[in-house]
C-alpha cells in the first residue's frame, strides 16, 4: 500500500486562495444594496430601537470621558480662617 505524501494539494489551498476575493465581493454586493435600497423608518419599534440603542450607547460613553472631581476642592468654610 502507498502511503501518501504530505504535499498540498490544490484542491485543499483553492478555498484559501480564492475566499478573500469571493468576500470582498460579497461586501460589494451588501454595500451597493445598502446604498440603493429606500430604508423605511415609518414603524414606530424601528424608531424606538434606534433611540434605545443611541441612549445606551451614549450612556456608556460617559464613562470614557474624565472630569474634574469636585471632591479635590477645599471646602468653602476652610477660606474663612
Do not use: N
Not at 441612549?55 to 472630569?67: A, D, H, M
Amino acid at each position: 500500500m502507498h502511503i501518501q505524501g504530505r504535499y498540498l494539494k490544490f484542491r485543499h489551498v483553492f478555498p484559501e486562495l480564492f475566499a478573500p476575493g469571493v468576500q470582498l465581493r460579497r461586501g460589494l454586493l451588501r454595500l451597493r444594496w445598502l446604498l440603493i435600497q429606500r430604508i423605511d423608518l415609518r414603524p414606530i419599534w424601528t424608531t424606538g430601537t434606534a433611540a434605545g440603542l443611541a441612549g445606551v450607547l451614549l450612556t456608556i460613553s460617559l464613562f470614557f470621558f474624565r472630569t474634574r472631581s469636585g471632591a479635590r476642592r477645599r471646602p468653602a468654610s476652610a477660606h474663612r480662617c
